[in-house]
């Protein structure tokens, strides 16, 4: 069963550039480096300033095995960790997990 995460996050409007410059250095390296696909997803209406990671993977175990692969990668670490630190605003980080269904009823 196919598991979604998806992540919201504020830009800071005075780090624009250098954040989506990050963010697309975030996506080619995930997507080269790890054994799941991420998207960026940009609003076209609401908080002009708010973006999305969606990642996808093949499940639960698959999920957990990637973040630790990640999280034991310094290059990853380093990337994720001034993306968060220099370019998001505090406090507006959002995660949510969904999983797919099979679609039958009864």
Do not use: C, W
Not at 11 to 39: C, G, P, S, T
Not at 59 to 70: S, V
Request: proline fraction near 1%.
């Amino acid at each position: 069963m196919t598991v979604f995460v998806y992540q919201t996050f504020e830009i800071k409007q005075e780090n624009f550039k250098d954040a989506m410059e990050n963010l697309h250095e975030l996506q080619k390296f995930r997507n080269e480096h790890y054994d799941h696909e991420v998207e960026l997803l940009s609003p076209i209406v609401g908080q002009d300033h708010t973006y999305a990671l969606l990642s996808k993977y093949d499940g639960l175990a698959e999920l957990e095995l990637q973040d630790k692969r990640m999280f034991d990668d310094e290059k990853y670490l380093k990337l994720i960790g001034d993306f968060f630190l220099k370019n998001i605003v505090q406090g507006s980080l959002h995660t949510q997990i969904y999983r797919t269904t099979n679609g039958k009823t009864k």
